[in-house]
């Protein structure tokens, strides 16, 4: 059974960038068919689609957030990492990290708290 684990800082000072990394264990980021997300609810909102990394290390992005996102991975170390760069109040979410196939996330991270605030 696969599982994810997010991680990084809980705190981020306005401007600065956001790093977070997901470990998976159970099934490999190279598997093909399978595509992994990030994914953030702010307080209070919905969640919101950022972007995700395909098995060939394709990446697409939110539109709203392109700019500023950058996805990568570690296949070595099956990992993949979120970083979002000159981060406001507004970007204050839990970061999940989840597992596609097709349409369907069938598989989630439980989830990392991150606040920016000075």
């Known amino acids: 059974q696969v599982q994810l684990q997010e991680s990084g800082p809980g705190l981020v000072k306005p401007s600065q960038s956001l790093s977070l990394t997901c470990t998976v264990s159970g099934d490999s980021i190279t598997t093909a068919y399978y595509a992994w997300n990030w994914i953030r609810q702010p307080p209070g909102k919905g969640l919101e689609w950022t972007g995700v990394?395909?098995?060939?290390?394709?990446?697409y992005y939110s539109p709203s957030l392109k700019s500023r996102t950058s996805i990568s991975r570690d296949t070595s170390k099956n990992q993949f990492s979120l970083q979002l760069l000159s981060v406001t109040p507004e970007d204050t979410a839990v970061y999940y990290c989840a597992r596609r196939y097709g349409t369907n996330i069938g598989s989630w991270g439980q989830g990392t708290q991150v606040t920016v605030s000075s």
């Open positions: 990394i395909a098995p060939d290390g394709s990446t």
